[in-house]
């Protein structure tokens, strides 16, 4: 059974997964790097990723498990596409067990099945940096962080989200495929902190891609690994470095 689920949210304030701060810095030499290709044609949000510009779209390496004690791995393949307006991400994520239960925006989707982008929009400003968590229903949750881990502020910007479901939500008696996700996130809700919004080709940003939670077999991963004996995901020092072409 195939479920598509949209949401197209005004996001605000919520607590979100808690993570003990950084103590250390990081070698930018060392972290994972990709170039964003611009793309010149439309995208429709709908969670298929059936244009032409996906197929050739900028993919990250496969999610790293820094914290896995049990379970399977199951995999991530992340893209990225920009153009004037968007900044657009897919996440096609491997899922036995597909669970979300969160309806509202603003509630802990990090229990769910659950995506997320951490974006620091200017390397000048590390420690300023924004996030938007995302579960298998497309239901979502926002902060923007002004001075760094243990700081939040209320932040709003209108993201395009839909999801597609290879399986069926929350029935634990079967096994499920897949599902996918791709949101629209706008430049504009970047541009207190950002150098330029929209982007100019070369410039670069440094941000993470994590996925987390789900009732069975609840992993950590993330594209850029944070080096932390525990769960670390609002660590910029450790986003991996993007850079957009045009």
Not at 30 to 37: A, G, T, V
Not at 116 to 142: H, Q, T, W
Not at 147 to 153: F, I, L, M
């Amino acid at each position: 059974m195939k479920i598509v689920t949209r949401a197209i949210l005004a996001l605000s304030v919520l607590t979100t997964t808690s993570c003990t701060a950084p103590k250390s810095g990081s070698n930018v030499s060392s972290l994972k790097s990709l170039e964003i290709p611009y793309t010149e044609s439309a995208i429709k949000v709908d969670g298929r990723l059936d244009e032409a510009a996906w197929k050739t779209a900028a993919a990250t390496d496969p999610f790293e498990f820094p914290w896995l004690e049990d379970g399977s791995k199951e995999g991530t393949q992340a893209k990225l596409l920009w153009d004037n307006d968007y900044l657009y991400v897919s996440f096609v994520c491997e899922d036995a067990h597909i669970w979300a239960e969160h309806t509202e925006r603003d509630t802990p989707v990090y229990k769910d099945d659950c995506v997320e982008v951490f974006a620091s929009p200017n390397p000048d400003r590390l420690m300023e940096y924004f996030n938007i968590e995302m579960n298998a229903k497309g239901v979502s949750l926002d902060f923007f962080h002004p001075e760094g881990p243990g700081s939040k502020v209320a932040w709003d910007p209108e993201v395009q989200i839909e999801t597609t479901i290879e399986g069926s939500l929350n029935n634990e008696d079967d096994l499920d495929q897949w599902w996918t996700l791709e949101a629209a996130i706008p430049f504009a809700a970047f541009s207190s902190v950002a150098k330029n919004t929209p982007p100019h080709s070369g410039d670069e940003w440094r941000l993470n891609l994590h996925r987390l939670g789900g009732k069975t077999n609840f992993q950590y991963s993330q594209w850029s690994p944070a080096v932390s004996e525990e769960v670390l995901f609002h660590a910029p020092q450790f986003f991996g470095r993007v850079i957009f072409i045009k």
